[in-house]
Nanobody, 123 residues
Framework: VQLQASGGGLVQAGGSLRLSCLAS????????MGWFRQAPGREREFVASISLSGASTYYGDSVKGRFTISRDNAKNMVYLQMSSLSPEDTAVYYC?????????????????WGKGTQVTVSS
């Protein structure tokens, strides 16, 4: 599976941004999908994940209530809608795919990673 994230950019605090991730290769619907982020000098952090069908989602505490993950298996796409952004959300955001069926994921559960997309939130 090859993953390509897009949609990052510069946004003011309080604003919104939608990230997209296009998957190609093996059956997209066979993978639990996740978003992670990494800020300078910090470890990569789990953001959100979504089950094979999209019926179940799971969020990191820092984004719960502000971010929404979704997927479209027909289009091989996964999305991350981000709202009420703050400078603390500034990071490189990565989409990733896991063959593990659980949606409670860590970095070590991911089989494939896309190149990241930079999100910068100005105060």
């Amino acid at each position: 599976v090859q993953l390509q994230a897009s949609g990052g950019g510069l946004v003011q605090a309080g604003g919104s941004l939608r990230l997209s991730c296009l998957a190609s290769g093996r059956a997209f619907s066979s993978y639990v999908m996740g978003w992670f982020r990494q800020a300078p000098g910090r470890e990569r952090e789990f953001v959100a994940s979504i089950s094979l069908s999209g019926a179940s989602t799971y969020y990191g505490d820092s984004v719960k209530g502000r971010f929404t993950i979704s997927r479209d298996n027909a289009k091989n796409m996964v999305y991350l809608q981000m709202s009420s952004l703050s400078p603390e959300d500034t990071a490189v955001y990565y989409c990733a795919a896991s063959a593990k069926l659980s949606i409670t994921l860590t970095n070590y559960d991911m089989s494939y990673w896309g190149k990241g997309t930079q999100v910068t939130v100005s105060s």
